[in-house]
C-alpha cells in the first residue's frame, strides 16, 4: 500500500541550528503538507503546496519556514534557525484532491536543545 | 475563528462494548469531517471521512455528523483492545477560491479497549 515516507525519524539539532526535514510523498498526489504536534498537544497546521507554491500558510509558518518539492518526488521542510520551541514531531501528509482524504507520514521527532 | 474541541479522556470501556466519540466545533465553513486514529508516537491514521451532514458506515466504524449542532461522532462496534489509541477528528472548510485548505484538529480521545 502507498505510504508516506518522512526521514529522518529523530533528529536532534542545536539551537541556532538549520534542519531540513524530508517526505516522500504517495507518487500520484498532488497536495503536499506539513504540520507538527508538541508533545501533549494537537496537531498543528503549518503549509500546504499545490502546483509548486504555497497555497496557504499558518501563522505557526513564519519567516524561519520553507518549503520546496526539489524533484518530482520530495517535499522538504526547513527551519532557518532552530528554537528550543520548534521541538514536536513533525508530519508530512499528502492528498490527492485538497486535504479531505490525507494520508499522513509517520513523523521526524525534531528535538532542539 | 477555527477551534475544535474534543474530550482528551481517557475513555476506558470493556472489549466489545460500543465506543462513542465525539467533537464540537464553532466554524460554520467547515464542511468536510474526519477521523484519524494515533498510535503513540506514529502519524495519524485516516480512518473516516465524511461530507456535510449525514452518516458514513466502514465496518466497525460509522461518522456522523450533524452540522445544525455543530457536532460530530465516532461510534466503534464491537471494540477490541487493538482498537487503543488516540483518537483525533479533523475538519476542514472549502473556500470559494479553491486551494488546499489546512485541517483543524481536535486534541484527540484516549481511548482504552480492557481485555
Known amino acids: 500500500e502507498p505510504e508516506v515516507t518522512q526521514t529522518p525519524s529523530h533528529q536532534v539539532t542545536q539551537m541556532g541550528q538549520e534542519v531540513i526535514l524530508r517526505c516522500v510523498p504517495i507518487?500520484?498526489?498532488?497536495?503536499f503538507y506539513w504540520y507538527r504536534q508538541i508533545l501533549g498537544q494537537k496537531v498543528e497546521f503549518l503549509v500546504s503546496?499545490?502546483?509548486?507554491?504555497?497555497?496557504?500558510k499558518s501563522e505557526i509558518f513564519d519567516d524561519q519556514f520553507s518549503v520546496e518539492r526539489p524533484d518530482g518526488s520530495n517535499f522538504t521542510l526547513k527551519i532557518r534557525s532552530t528554537k528550543l520551541e520548534d521541538s514536536a514531531m513533525y508530519f508530512c501528509?499528502?492528498?490527492?484532491?485538497?486535504?479531505?482524504?490525507?494520508?499522513f507520514g509517520q513523523g521526524t521527532r525534531l528535538t532542539v536543545v | 475563528q477555527k477551534e475544535v474541541e474534543q474530550d482528551p479522556g481517557p475513555l476506558s470501556v470493556p472489549e466489545g462494548a460500543i465506543v462513542s466519540l465525539n467533537c464540537t466545533y464553532s466554524?460554520?465553513?467547515?464542511?468536510?469531517f474526519m477521523w484519524y486514529r494515533q498510535y503513540s508516537r506514529k502519524g495519524p491514521e485516516l480512518l473516516m471521512y465524511?461530507?456535510?451532514?449525514g452518516n458514513k458506515e466502514d465496518g466497525r466504524f460509522t461518522a456522523q455528523v450533524d452540522k445544525s449542532s455543530k457536532y460530530i461522532s465516532l461510534f466503534i462496534r464491537d471494540s477490541q483492545p487493538s482498537d487503543s489509541a488516540t483518537y483525533l477528528c479533523?475538519?476542514?472548510?472549502?473556500?470559494?477560491?479553491?486551494?488546499?485548505?489546512?485541517?483543524?484538529f481536535g486534541k484527540g480521545t484516549h481511548l482504552i479497549i480492557q481485555p
Open positions: 501528509a499528502s492528498s490527492i484532491v485538497t486535504d479531505t482524504e490525507a494520508f
Open positions: 465524511t461530507y456535510s451532514s
Open positions: 507518487s500520484n498526489h498532488l497536495y
Open positions: 466554524n460554520s465553513a467547515f464542511q468536510y
Open positions: 479533523a475538519m476542514s472548510a472549502r473556500y470559494s477560491g479553491g486551494g488546499a485548505d489546512g485541517l483543524t
Open positions: 503546496f499545490y502546483n509548486n507554491e504555497i497555497s496557504e
